[in-house]
């Protein structure tokens, strides 16, 4: 079913597009461009789904692109390496401020990656707006001897990381500048801990945790997504 598909659907439902476009939270001309085959981008396929869904029209499990406009969002990538082990961003490209990590424009690399909308919005549940790219280097995203387990991450991997969620409840994998660069561990918070501080893991017993407070190092986003070579 393509998207414009799902908007004449919905409109259909509700009783036309103005009442639709409201529903969705777009403007009146906004949504019957959809309804001509316009491109829809970013928050507002998710919102289309997300009505199209409550209202009937739609399953989850059943979006899917077919043929026509394929709804693409450009995400950028870092262009130093997200350690998974010893390496990492350097802290330079980085820029510590009040609530969080500011990352530098110079720290992305030229070029974009392409992704359709619906995956990174619908089935990732990622506002292409907060997603960032970073490459996996390092050995302790895996277990050498369980390579193959769910939630490996395997040297040369991309990560897709979300960088509007940073509060590791629940505890996940994580983007983690932890005072000397860019790692990717799994995060959780040390309970009753003061001053507040996280306990970063690997997948490779060969590293052991460590912990930092809240204060030396602050989260750049979980983890959501990974591309992978065959």
């Known amino acids: 079913?393509?998207?414009?598909?799902?908007?004449?659907?919905?409109?259909?439902?509700?009783?036309?597009?103005?009442?639709?476009?409201?529903?969705?939270?777009?403007?009146?001309?906004?949504?019957?461009?959809?309804?001509?085959?316009?491109?829809?981008?970013?928050?507002?396929?998710?919102?289309?789904?997300?009505?199209?869904?409550?209202?009937?029209?739609?399953?989850?499990?059943?979006?899917?692109?077919?043929?026509?406009?394929?709804?693409?969002?450009?995400?950028?990538?870092?262009?130093?390496?997200?350690?998974?082990?010893?390496?990492?961003?350097?802290?330079?490209?980085?820029?510590?401020?009040?609530?969080?990590?500011s990352i530098q424009e110079d720290a992305f690399r030229d070029g974009v990656w392409e992704m359709p909308s619906a995956f990174l919005n619908y089935e990732l549940k990622v506002s292409a707006s907060g997603a960032i790219v970073a490459e996996v280097v390092g050995d302790s995203g895996y277990d050498p001897e369980n390579s193959n387990a769910p939630g490996s991450l395997l040297p040369g991997d991309r990560v897709i990381i979300d960088s509007r969620d940073i509060r590791p409840s629940p505890p996940g994998p994580f983007a983690v500048f932890d005072g000397l660069g860019l790692v990717i561990k799994l995060v959780e918070v040390v309970r009753n801990s003061d001053p507040p501080r996280l306990r970063l893991s690997s997948r490779n017993p060969s590293y052991p945790p460590y912990e930092v407070t809240t204060e030396e190092a602050h989260i750049i986003g979980r983890v959501k997504g990974r591309i992978t070579r065959m």
């Open 1 to 101: 079913m393509k998207y414009k598909d799902i908007a004449i659907a919905l409109a259909e439902k509700i009783g036309n597009p103005t009442k639709a476009a409201k529903v969705v939270g777009v403007s009146q001309p906004t949504y019957r461009a959809w309804t001509l085959g316009g491109e829809i981008k970013g928050d507002n396929l998710m919102s289309l789904l997300e009505a199209a869904e409550a209202h009937g029209i739609i399953k989850a499990e059943n979006v899917r692109l077919i043929g026509g406009n394929t709804n693409t969002v450009a995400l950028r990538e870092l262009d130093t390496r997200a350690g998974a082990g010893g390496g990492g961003v350097d802290s330079s490209a980085l820029v510590s401020i009040d609530n969080g990590v």
